[in-house]
Structure formats: structure tokens, C-alpha cells
């Protein structure tokens, strides 16, 4: 009997540490089983505004269509529809959205040389500016720049109800 009072007491100790371990649920995950099945067709995925403060963000939704996002439709994500909502008529008919934000999908190799042009810009950019505050230095009061850049990559924005 002993052997089994420790054993319950054992799986209580279990139990206990498993509810003590919340995570606030990401609201933008998209469950693996959709990122891996897009994936392996050769697409990437991603989350579009489609309104700000209860108006249609044309803008927004102009440039990202015109970069090769498309809205993926309800049928292609059955396992997202009990937790995302499905426009019905209008622009958006049968894109899968939760609050402002449509999921879209993208050719990876796109979405890849895509994101290697901004990453490539914003470079540019830096090195501009630096260069231009070197250019400004002056010999008696010289300018040193040691500043370092990091990239990183892997959480997702959070966002509170």
C-alpha cells in the first residue's frame, strides 16, 4: 500500500507542475500542422493587416498584394476555423482573419528574396549613415562609431484583449 500512496502522491506532484507552467496563448500562432503542410508546398505564411481602427487599411493591403501575398481561403486551413473567423462578402470573402489581420501566403523562394531586398536596404541605409557621420568628424573632436547590429528572429508579436 505504501508503494501506491507514493505513486498517487507521485502523479499529484506531476499534475501540479504541469498547471504551474501557463503561457499566455499567442494569439498569431498558426498551428504547426498548417506551417509544415504550407511549407512543404513551397509557401510561406503570414499574417496581413487588412484594417486599422475599424476602417480597411487599402494601403496596407494594396502593397502587400502587390509584393505576391494572396489571402489563404477557409477551405485550405480547416483546422484554423474554430479559432479564426471567415469573412463573408466584400473584398475578404472566405480569407481566414482573426481581429484585423488576414493570414496570407506567399512562393517561400518569394517570400525569401523578398525579405534578403530589405534586409539588404536597411543595411544600406545604416551604412549611409554612418558614413555620413564619419565624413562629419572632425579632427580635434573625432567621431567614433562602435556600434553593432544584431538580427534576430523567432518570437512572435503578442497581443493583449
Same mark, same amino acid.
Given at each position: 500500500?505504501?508503494?501506491?500512496?507514493?505513486?498517487?502522491?507521485?502523479?499529484?506532484?506531476?499534475?501540479?507542475?504541469?498547471?504551474?507552467?501557463? #503561457? /499566455?496563448?499567442?494569439?498569431?500562432?498558426?498551428?504547426?500542422? =498548417? *506551417?509544415?503542410?504550407?511549407?512543404? %508546398? !513551397?509557401?510561406?505564411? &503570414?499574417?496581413?493587416?487588412?484594417?486599422?481602427?475599424?476602417?480597411?487599411?487599402?494601403?496596407?493591403?494594396?502593397?502587400?498584394?502587390?509584393?505576391?501575398?494572396?489571402?489563404?481561403?477557409? #477551405? /485550405?486551413?480547416?483546422?484554423?476555423?474554430?479559432?479564426?473567423? =471567415? *469573412?463573408?462578402?466584400?473584398?475578404? %470573402? !472566405?480569407?481566414?482573419? &482573426?481581429?484585423?489581420?488576414?493570414?496570407?501566403?506567399?512562393?517561400?523562394?518569394?517570400?525569401?528574396?523578398?525579405?534578403?531586398?530589405?534586409?539588404?536596404?536597411?543595411?544600406?541605409?545604416?551604412?549611409?549613415?554612418?558614413?555620413?557621420?564619419?565624413?562629419?568628424?572632425?579632427?580635434?573632436?573625432?567621431?567614433?562609431?562602435?556600434?553593432?547590429?544584431?538580427?534576430?528572429?523567432?518570437?512572435?508579436?503578442?497581443?493583449?484583449?
Amino acid at each position: 500500500m505504501t508503494t501506491r500512496n507514493e505513486s498517487r502522491s507521485s502523479n499529484n506532484r506531476e499534475m501540479d507542475q504541469r498547471r504551474t507552467t501557463f #503561457e /499566455e496563448p499567442n494569439w498569431l500562432e498558426i498551428p504547426p500542422s =498548417v *506551417r509544415i503542410r504550407f511549407d512543404n %508546398e !513551397g509557401m510561406a505564411l &503570414r499574417w496581413i493587416r487588412i484594417s486599422i481602427r475599424n476602417q480597411e487599411d487599402y494601403q496596407n493591403v494594396g502593397k502587400r498584394t502587390a509584393e505576391g501575398w494572396e489571402f489563404v481561403q477557409a #477551405e /485550405e486551413v480547416p483546422e484554423m476555423l474554430q479559432s479564426s473567423d =471567415v *469573412r463573408e462578402g466584400g473584398r475578404y %470573402e !472566405g480569407a481566414v482573419c &482573426r481581429g484585423d489581420l488576414a493570414l496570407a501566403k506567399m512562393p517561400a523562394e518569394l517570400a525569401e528574396s523578398r525579405q534578403e531586398f530589405y534586409e539588404n536596404r536597411s543595411r544600406e541605409m545604416v551604412d549611409a549613415v554612418n558614413a555620413q557621420l564619419m565624413n562629419s568628424s572632425d579632427s580635434r573632436m573625432p567621431i567614433s562609431n562602435q556600434s553593432r547590429t544584431q538580427i534576430s528572429r523567432g518570437k512572435q508579436p503578442k497581443f493583449q484583449d
